[in-house]
């Protein structure tokens, strides 16, 4: 049977896979839960959210400023700054550099800029061997899977598959019952690899201006493993990165974590500013940041500036109903939900993925919820408009909208029709509910459709005012 | 053209001509920063060093806390918690002149931590009361591998080190060191399932000694 690869093919699977759907469940809507709790002991943050977007868009209205000065004091600091107009030029940066550090075995802290430019990908081309460090990217290393979260990579697994994936890889038995022992099974796994790596490379959640310091923020303590103890650690960071200073970033911090967890801080917030120095206990000899671009000087000038805000929490899929039905994979890209829908068509083109900004409901969650104030809604119908002009929208559509302006723009033939649709759909009704219907099977295969009033709105206010 | 070249001109094409000089940036970025009051969580105690204490034990940190009037009691201290967890007085402690003036008789003391530490004391150059965070900076007298490797990870810090909120930490850092870590709780997961656990890679145990009155 071939199977259907279309976004509705890939989507109808995922929503008929229950099992997808009890993972996405047991994560979101803890994640949900803890943000809402947090909050709550947190009631500045409306004036945070305010304060955090004027902080970015300050920063995005100065990058090429902000980038010159980051340069010169990472420099200063000495560190090697590379710069990557494209995901080929970063990898192949970071690959070059691996190679010219003779490396065989690197290991990687989480980095969904990582991820966005391929880098997995291109160091196993180049026969580098990868251990990912994150146990949810250890997770999907060893399913050879992409991640389905930003926060949770693993998300859609649950303990019962993380137990077996573990058994065959760890070579020791797993009671998927028992997290903790799963845990406690990579933290053997993954002790002596991340001491035995050449190379050790990170993301960054913020870059600071004025000190050319690089932040990572982990709960589980292994960007710091992965950066330490080889003789190089290379950072891969996009250009929107950028904060001013150190109070700039501790701003942001309150509210990403918030956003994220429902912590108020992550267990592990690093500073790293330069390579080792003189007398220093351990670090790397070697320390290289690739500024990556990747599409982002382009969204500034196409409309998208305030996505360039983005800090990457994951609040706005945990809160989508329509990722908590599809789960991640389904969008077919490094980045899903709300703000997947509204980055891929940026980083892919709108042609190949203008399916994305369609599945959304306009509800607003994502909006509500994100700490930097993104208008994800508005940018989301953005796409749609984008794909509607650049007549990409298929031909059964465009004719429907063409028909019901036809009809919607004449008054007297508009309430003709709902006047004959009105009674039409009410033979269909069974105790004020529509269960089945020529043509109406996409809506009524999952729920009713409410039956309509035995008159049209316009009938009934044309009574009313006769006083009938 | 380099990618450098690139990226810049295409961010001040779309930027476009009239832009503020380098002043009004700056002026802009420090009144970005006016009023924290606005924008940081009530502290759990109106004294820093109270609130520091009630927030390491909460929940939201979950470390275990022991207070004590004065360094010389610290090597008792940590003797005390090695014998309620039943672990042998064998520890890895920070080559911080501080900690290394203490009377260490009846340890065996390491200076480098294992790979497969089990118990290694450090101290905090600062604590942050708002997060319950350890800070500490890296250098010649703090390995950072120190803080991630052991199983239990003990912490002394002095009272008059707890500042109150990260902003007073920000104020207080002088040049940067080369990391500066802001620890606060131990490693945690919530990867599979989203159900929480201690000890991902780093320590599964913080054991916080607060020193002073």
Known sequence: MKVDLSFKGVTGRAIADRRLKTAIDRTTMTAETKRRLALMDYPQFEAARARGTAIKDHVVANLDHYLEEFERNAVASGAVVHWAATAEEACGIVVGLCRQAGARHVTRAKSMLGEEIGLPHALEAADIERVETDLAEHIIQLAKEAPSHIVWPALHKTREEVAELFRVAHGRPQDSEDVPAMVESARRQLRSLFLGADVGISGANFLLADTGGVCTVTNEGNAELTTTPPRMHIVTAGIEKLVPSLPHAYALLRLLVRSATGADITQYTTFHTGPKRAGDRDGPEEFHIVLVDNGRSRMLATGLRDMLRCIRCGACMNHCVVYRQIGGHAYGATYPGPMGAVLTPALEGVEKTRDLPHACTLNGRCQEVCPVGIPLPTLLRGWRDTSWKEGLVPGSVRAGLWAWRFVAERPRLYRLATAAAVRAMRLFGRRGWIAGMPGAGGWTDYRDLPAPAGRTFMEQLRDRKTGR | ?213
């Open chain 2, 1 to 213: 053209m380099s990618a450098r070249d690139t990226i810049l001109g295409m961010l001040r094409a779309a930027l476009g001509p009239h832009r503020p000089d380098r002043a009004a940036i700056a002026a802009e970025a420090a009144a970005l920063l006016a009023d924290p009051a606005l924008i940081r969580p009530a502290l759990a105690a109106e004294d820093p060093v109270e609130a520091f204490a009630a927030r390491v034990v909460s929940p939201k940190v979950n470390a275990t806390l022991d207070r004590i009037g004065a360094l010389a009691g610290l090597p008792a201290a940590v003797g005390r918690y090695l014998a309620a967890q039943g672990l042998a007085p064998e520890i890895t402690v920070q080559p911080d002149p501080v900690l290394r003036a203490l009377d260490w008789t009846g340890f065996a003391v390491r200076e480098t931590a294992l790979p497969d530490e089990a118990v290694a004391l450090g101290r905090a150059r600062w604590g942050i009361a708002e997060t319950g965070s350890l800070v500490f900076e890296s250098g010649p007298e703090t390995a950072v591998l120190n803080h991630f490797l052991p199983l239990h990870h003990l912490v002394a810090v002095a009272a008059g080190d707890i500042l109150p909120y990260l902003e007073d930490h920000a104020a207080v850092m002088g040049a940067a060191p080369r990391n500066l870590n802001l620890i606060t709780g131990a490693s945690g997961t919530t990867d599979i399932e989203g159900s929480y656990v201690r000890g991902a890679h780093g320590p599964r145990f913080l054991h916080i000694l607060l020193i002073g009155p």
